[in-house]
Nanobody, 112 residues
Framework: QVQLVESGGGLVQPGGSLRLSCVAS????????MYWYRQAPGKQRELVAT???????NYADSVKGRFTISRDNAKNTMYLQMNSLKPEDTAVYYC??????WGQGTQVTVSS
């Protein structure tokens, strides 16, 4: 059983930045891919970014050029650097592995 713990969320003004972290209890190299999802109030959960074991990345169109996903295999940690944040980025952000493990989520609120 793998546990994922997200952190780094909070309240930020539009145009600001946050860095989310997802720490895994196991070796993240065992996962083919890891993902960041988000769910805004009243909306379905959506895929934000993907990173594979080899380091290939993919992003939702809504965050391209603003968000960067990365991983530190030695620390069993995945990150999401979020820049130029917009109010529509407000959501609970979740990390997920390719074997279907989910974290508990961290709230990101973008508001002035």
């Amino acid at each position: 059983q793998v546990q994922l713990v997200e952190s780094g969320g909070g309240l930020v003004q539009p145009g600001g930045s946050l860095r989310l972290s997802c720490v895994a209890s196991g070796n993240i190299l065992s996962f083919y891919a890891m993902y960041w999802y988000r769910q805004a109030p009243g909306k379905q959960r959506e895929l934000v970014a993907t990173i594979t074991r080899s380091g290939n990345t993919n992003y939702a169109d809504s965050v391209k050029g603003r968000f960067t996903i990365s991983r530190d295999n030695a620390k069993n940690t995945m990150y999401l650097q979020m820049n130029s944040l917009k109010p529509e980025d407000t959501a609970v952000y979740y990390c997920k592995t390719s074997f279907g493990y989910w974290g508990q989520g961290t709230q990101v609120t973008v508001s002035s």
